[in-house]
């Protein structure tokens, strides 16, 4: 019998699922068996008698730490080499407790060394001081998007997609988001390269659209988009978090049931207006809510808790959501199923029930994916497989059931279903793969790669095959079961009836729906739209959403259906009728109230696409010399009113014309666009009030004119301009600031940016970077946010000072670094009555700027990032409290059980 380390209870995690939330801290022993657990692998043939010796002992050690690089980066490249040229040799010295450290290293299966793991427990490299550098790196590299701490089993699924840029992309359970980046990286990847040649071609004058790479036909920028999807709202915005470090304008996030995901309409074609068209997927990700029992590594209470019932609560929902997901996909696209949980009945059982519902191997294939990955260790997918009900009694056929229904009733079969059983048909099930603990030290997975052959027409859900709804006698009986369960302490949490009665056959017994049998709400009750089947039809749709009218550049007026594409739209995006008969979001009947929001619930802004012919998209335009060609009609603003009063956002044209096109529709949409300008107040009549935010530059960087940029050449010029907060910067002191100094002196006031361009001199640096800068009055300052700044300065410099504000805009106080000893002398020659005059100018200007501009007024970047999150409202600071949650490591996202 295993025994292990017990975490005790920290904090008051509230409310929710799984029992292991909140459950760590301290450390009591906890014993790591669970008799049911054990025999129901063991004796049922799950676990093959050859592993079960290795198998068990895997599941009860710790788990080792994993990460990953951010593989669409060319810069992931400079911080995993200095993973490797500084940390690995650091923490190759390491001996704790008298053993050496083994060093991390990269997981064999992984493409491009890109995940790596380590087996030194997270309480060593957290606690033991000669991890601390190495624990800062992980630390700030991970905020700031180039890392993501992810489980290495929870990194395959994304790499069964075969994901390539330009395609469509659904993660229906995406919170927290570890595999939603990386179906992100993986849309975005070659962009780098195809955008720098694009340019290059374009300043030679032989750029050629039709010679583009596929799927980055957007000026070498991907033309895919990725949805991403939970329906818990707290977590989709904990979702929305991860995914922004990203910042990427080929994503949507949505809030919806997945068993029902509304279908999303796309623009009619021209030519078909008054047709439907709804987008159809390329890849489809169906990461479900699962029990878990493959996580019990990270979530020890796993051991105490687990009970067949688990798994028989959740198969409905995870085949709803299957059967949901290849309704979505396109003719020869790919869903991938995966579970964190080891149990047939969420895995095998799913796979098969889901096949069944849409026709058969002919409709939808289970993919052999034996080539696919080679160096990933593997078992084949269960053939066969028995039940256990919730009192752990063997069922070895759906006809065992019937048969002792009809002699003894239902007690305890509650939740049986026909699906839960092996298929009769003939089907490959051997193609699944599951991933055991021992067979590469991670922990327990399974995966299954689906194709769709060819179009399919669910079968309803076959009520028939249900154990009937359980009598008030039955829940009775039940719930004093969970009581003995329990040993007479209190009961979990029972979040609906369903948790104890089965499936509703609805009124007459026979044909109850999707939504009716699960006592959901119905789909459309989830869109917050009255609807009834007949108002489903095409042309009442059609009729509701209203026409929009927006103006070119040259003044023609359009339809947005009609709208200018800056390149071929995809292919792979064409949308198609949806001919799935699924209930589709509906235009409410007539405007809906204001939704009402709960305390602390973040407000979603509507979005709201500018023409791009505006003043401020005209002046902007001028102000940085933004080529003509780059798109003015993808800017897009979070108020009802559509005027750009704060921010403009960015998205790609096919994000674009979905946010247009299902307005009012009762999608719930929570996030979509990269910020890419923000209004900051102005100190001069001329200077343009709109600074590029750092999100946005890279997408806008290449497209800007000279006149707007400066380059940076000097390692110490960019260790002077990431430690100081605005650096003073005036005809006297310039010369302290180096190259950026010289060429920012007479540069008119507002944004700027700093390429930071890469040389072999030894006072040089080696990545190519491109900063935002901001030159006021009397400084110029990095717009970096500190995360930003103390991961680069940690990375570039070894560096941990802390950064250094400017004391009140004092310019005798103004901190100096060894960067420029020649302008420090010509400080010291100033006479003393110029200096004080100039102290004085400033000081009266800062005063009079403090008096005369209205807050927001940014002395400093916090202060610009405060007032910022002030002006957005609770959101940020919901988010900031769901990223603390998400950075604790565990508590919150263990109650489901993931595996990030
Ligand atoms: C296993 S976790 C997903 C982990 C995620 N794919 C990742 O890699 O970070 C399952 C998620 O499904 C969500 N969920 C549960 N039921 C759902 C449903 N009916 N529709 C959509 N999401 C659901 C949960 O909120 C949870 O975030």
């Excluded at 949980?341 to 069944?356: H, M, Y």
């Excluded at 009694?393 to 002792?404: A, F, I, L």
Aim: overall charge negative; charged content about 30%; proline content about 7%.
């Amino acid at each position: 019998m295993g025994r292990g380390k017990k975490f005790g209870k920290r904090g008051g995690g509230s409310g929710g699922g799984g029992g292991s939330r909140g459950v760590r801290g301290s450390w009591e022993e906890l014993e790591k068996s669970n008799a049911k657990y054990e025999s129901y692998y063991n004796d049922h043939g799950i676990i093959p008698a050859e592993d079960q010796e290795a198998f068990w002992p895997a599941l009860r050690r710790e788990l080792p730490n994993s990460f990953r690089f951010t593989g669409s980066r060319g810069h992931a490249v400079a911080v995993k080499q200095r993973l490797v040229d500084f940390h690995i040799p650091q923490i190759t010295s390491i001996t704790y407790e008298g053993n050496a450290v083994e060093p991390p290293k990269p997981v064999p299966w992984y493409p491009d060394e890109l995940a790596w793991y380590m087996t030194t427990p997270k309480k060593v490299i957290r606690r033991f001081p000669p991890f601390a550098s190495f624990q800062k790196f992980l630390v700030a590299e991970t905020e700031v998007g180039n890392i993501t701490r992810q489980e290495v089993v929870s990194m395959i699924p994304p790499l069964f997609l075969d994901i390539r840029p330009g395609m469509t992309v659904l993660d229906m359970c995406a919170a927290p988001g570890s595999k939603s980046t990386q179906l992100m990286e993986l849309l975005h990847i070659g962009e780098e390269d195809a955008t720098r040649k694009v340019m290059e071609d374009i300043k030679q004058g032989t750029y050629d659209p039709s010679k583009l790479p596929a799927g980055l036909e957007d000026y070498g920028r991907t033309t895919g988009l990725l949805v991403a999807n939970d329906s818990d709202f707290k977590r989709a915005h904990m979702l929305v978090h991860q995914m922004k470090r990203l910042n990427s304008p080929n994503l949507l996030v949505t809030n919806h049931d997945a068993t029902g995901y509304p279908s999303i309409k796309l623009p009619s074609p021209p030519g078909r207006e008054r047709f439907n068209n709804y987008l159809k997927f390329d890849r489809i990700l169906a990461d479900v809510p699962c029990s878990g029992d493959g996580t019990v590594r990270k979530n020890p209470t796993i051991w105490k808790d687990w009970t067949p019932g688990n798994a028989l609560g959740l198969h409905a929902t995870q085949l709803r959501i299957l059967v949901r997901a290849l309704q979505m996909l396109k003719t020869g696209g790919r869903v991938v199923y995966s579970t964190c949980s080891l149990n047939p009945i969420e895995n095998e059982a799913v796979i098969a029930a889901a096949v069944a519902r849409c026709g058969g191997s002919n409709f939808v294939e289970i993919i052999d994916c034996s080539q696919e990955l080679p160096d990933l260790k593997r078992a084949d997918g269960l053939r066969s497989w028995k039940v256990l009900d919730r009192d752990c009694r063997v069922w070895n056929s759906w006809q065992e059931v019937e048969e002792h229904r009809k002699t003894a009733g239902i007690s305890g079969l509650g939740r049986l279903s026909s699906t839960m059983f092996p298929p009769s048909k003939d089907l490959p099930l051997e193609r699944c793969l599951r991933v055991y603990p021992h067979h590469q030290d991670t922990g327990g997975f399974f995966i299954t790669v689906l194709e769709k052959k060819t179009e399919i027409k669910a079968k309803p859900e076959n009520v028939d095959k249900v154990v009937p709804k359980a009598s008030v006698a039955a829940v009775v009986e039940e719930l004093e079961q969970k009581t003995k369960d329990n040993n007479g302490g209190p009961l979990d949490k029972i979040e609906s009836l369903d948790d104890i009665v089965p499936h509703s056959t609805g009124t007459d017994g026979k044909d109850a729906t999707v939504a009716e049998s699960s006592h959901q709400p119905s789909y459309t009750a989830t869109l917050d739209a009255p609807a009834s089947p007949s108002k489903r039809s095409s042309g009442h749709l059609e009729d509701q959403v209203p026409t929009k009218r927006t103006k070119l550049e040259n003044g023609t007026e359009v339809i947005i259906g009609d709208r200018p594409v800056h390149h071929p739209p995809p292919s792979a995006v064409e949308g198609q009728e949806d001919n799935t008969d699924f209930p589709k979001a509906e235009a409410p009947a007539q405007a809906k109230p204001p939704v009402k929001r709960k305390p602390g619930q973040p407000f979603e802004e509507p979005f709201k696409y500018v023409t791009g012919t505006e003043d401020e998209i005209t002046e902007i335009f001028k102000f940085y010399n933004i080529s003509d060609q780059f798109p003015r009609d993808r800017f897009m603003v979070r108020n009802a009113e559509g005027s750009m009063t704060k921010t403009i956002y960015y998205t790609s044209v096919l994000a674009r014309d979905i946010l247009t096109e299902n307005e009012g529709r009762g999608m719930k949409f929570v996030h979509g666009g990269v910020k890419m300008f923000v209004k900051q107040d102005a100190q001069r009549p001329n200077q343009c009030q709109w600074r590029i935010q750092t999100d946005g530059l890279p997408i806008i960087e290449s497209w800007l004119g000279p006149e707007r940029t400066v380059t940076l050449t000097k390692k110490q010029t960019l260790r002077k301009l990431l430690v100081e907060l605005f650096p003073k910067l005036d005809q006297h002191t310039y010369q302290q600031l180096g190259e950026i100094g010289h060429q920012t002196k007479d540069i008119q006031l507002g944004c700027c940016i700093m390429r930071v361009e890469p040389s072999e001199s030894e006072d040089g640096l080696q990545e190519r970077m491109v900063l935002p800068l901001w030159r006021s009055m009397y400084s110029v300052n990095l717009m970096l946010p500190k995360e930003d700044r103390r991961a680069m300065l940690l990375r570039l410099f070894n560096d941990e000072t802390p950064v250094i504000h400017p004391p009140k805009f004092r310019s005798e106080d103004t901190p100096t670094t060894d960067l420029a000893s020649d302008s420090q002398t010509e400080s010291k020659d100033k006479s003393e009555a110029e200096a004080k005059a100039e102290i004085a100018d400033s000081e009266m200007t800062y005063a009079q700027i403090e008096k005369d501009i209205p807050p927001p007024i940014a002395k400093t970047e916090e202060d610009l990032i405060k007032a910022e999150n002030i002006l957005r409202g609770q959101e940020q600071a919901d988010l900031m409290s769901s990223r603390e949650t998400y950075q604790r490591d565990g508590d919150e996202e263990d109650r489901f059980n993931t595996t990030v």
